[in-house]
Structure formats: structure tokens, C-alpha cells
């Protein structure tokens, strides 16, 4: 099966920072997406990042905040810019292939914001 | 809006006991549902899929699907302490657009 990493695993950021985590995954893949998973939460879809274009955004989620990049069909990023302690979360990407719907997580990226 | 819902819990169980956990979602035109086993501090992984009404089985997994209720279900056979984790139940919200809306998840105990 494919892996999917993400980078980093963990960070501890100062508010006002931006930090930008990386999905990389090491087959083709047809969609990507990323969700934040704040403490005690559930998983909350950011947005659908798109191959060679604008990333489709979730009601409550702005690119000015959360721009996010898909330069090929293996590595998207996401960046949380501008950052405060409410921003502390797990980030997570997921991709499907083959055109089928199920998704498959990275590993996240931890986050906290002092 | 397009809803998931599921029990918080925590569910205890003892082992070897069947666990049973529950999702109902709002959506009538949502055709695929998906289950989800996430340990603390790791990232959710799959455990099963369903797309018809009726039973699927995997090994010591049952998902049971009644899109006429609009409910979804997992069964977990012989309940192990590693059985222990949250799970989610995920829901496409349709279109095709291979979106998920996710439940609050069911944290389940297996007591040993």
C-alpha cells in the first residue's frame, strides 16, 4: 500500500508566525484534502486541495488563513499563517486513488501555538 | 446542514464481549459510509466500508447499513483490549465531490 508522510510530525509556534506542513505521498493520488482535528474533537474538513489550481474551501475556512498549494497528483502543503493559541490542533491530509471515495490519512501534524 | 451523529461515550465492554456503535446521519441522498479506528495521538485508519443496505463482515468487524433509518452501525466481535480507541463514522456527503462529514466519533473501552 502507500505511504503517506507528513512534515513536520510536531511543532511548538509563537502567535503571529506561520508554519507551513507538507503531505508527500509516494504513489499518484486522485484527490487531497485537509482536516484540523482540535483537542477532545472530531475531524473538520479545511479544504479540497486541487492539482494546478485554487484549493476549495469549507464554509468558515479562508485562503488568506489556510492557503494551501497542489503543485502534481503526490505532494500538497498547507500553511496556517498568522497563528494564535486557537490554532493549536492536529492537521491532517488524506488522498483517494484510483477514483474510489475512501480516504487514507498521514500520520498529522501536531501543532501547538504559544 | 448535513449532520453525522454518534454517541460520545465512553463505551465499556468487557472482553470477548460484542461491542456496538451507532451513527445516524441527515443526510437521505448520502450513498457511502465509512468507519474509522483512531488510537490517542495517532491518525484515523480505516476499517471498513459500506455502500448497500444490509450487513458487511471483515473479520471480527460487522458494518450494518439501513438508509431507510438513515443508520449506521459497527459490531466488534470477541472485543479486545486493543479494540480500545475512538471510532468515527464518516459519511460522503454526495455530489461527487468524495467529501466526508465525520461524527464526534465513540470512544470505546474494552476492559480486560
Known amino acids: 500500500s502507500a505511504v503517506i508522510s507528513q512534515k513536520p510530525s510536531r511543532d511548538i509556534c509563537q502567535r503571529g508566525t506561520s508554519l507551513t506542513i507538507q503531505c508527500q505521498v509516494d504513489s499518484q493520488v486522485t484527490m487531497m484534502f485537509w482536516y484540523r482535528q482540535q483537542p477532545g474533537q472530531s475531524l473538520t474538513l479545511i479544504a479540497t486541495a486541487n492539482q494546478g489550481s485554487e484549493a476549495t474551501y469549507e464554509s468558515g475556512f479562508v485562503i488568506d488563513k489556510f492557503p494551501i498549494s497542489r503543485p502534481n497528483l503526490t505532494f500538497s502543503t498547507l500553511t496556517v499563517s498568522n497563528m494564535s493559541p486557537e490554532d493549536s490542533s492536529i492537521y491532517l491530509c488524506s488522498v483517494t486513488w484510483d477514483n474510489k471515495e475512501t480516504q487514507y490519512f498521514g500520520p498529522g501534524t501536531r501543532l501547538l501555538v504559544l | 446542514q448535513k449532520e453525522v451523529e454518534q454517541n460520545s461515550g465512553p463505551l465499556s465492554v468487557p472482553e470477548g464481549a460484542i461491542a456496538s456503535l451507532n451513527c445516524t446521519y441527515s443526510?437521505?441522498?448520502?450513498?457511502?459510509f465509512f468507519w474509522y479506528r483512531q488510537y490517542s495521538g495517532k491518525s484515523p485508519e480505516l476499517i471498513m466500508s459500506?455502500?448497500?443496505?444490509g450487513d458487511k463482515e471483515d473479520g471480527r468487524f460487522t458494518a450494518q447499513l439501513n438508509k431507510a433509518s438513515q443508520y449506521v452501525s459497527l459490531l466488534i466481535r470477541d472485543s479486545q483490549p486493543s479494540d480500545s480507541a475512538t471510532y468515527l463514522c464518516?459519511?460522503?456527503?454526495?455530489?461527487?465531490?468524495?467529501?466526508?462529514?465525520f461524527g464526534t466519533g465513540t470512544r470505546l473501552k474494552v476492559l480486560a
Open positions: 459500506i455502500y448497500s443496505n
Open positions: 464518516a459519511v460522503n456527503i454526495g455530489s461527487g465531490t468524495y467529501k466526508y462529514i
Open positions: 443526510d437521505r441522498g448520502s450513498q457511502s
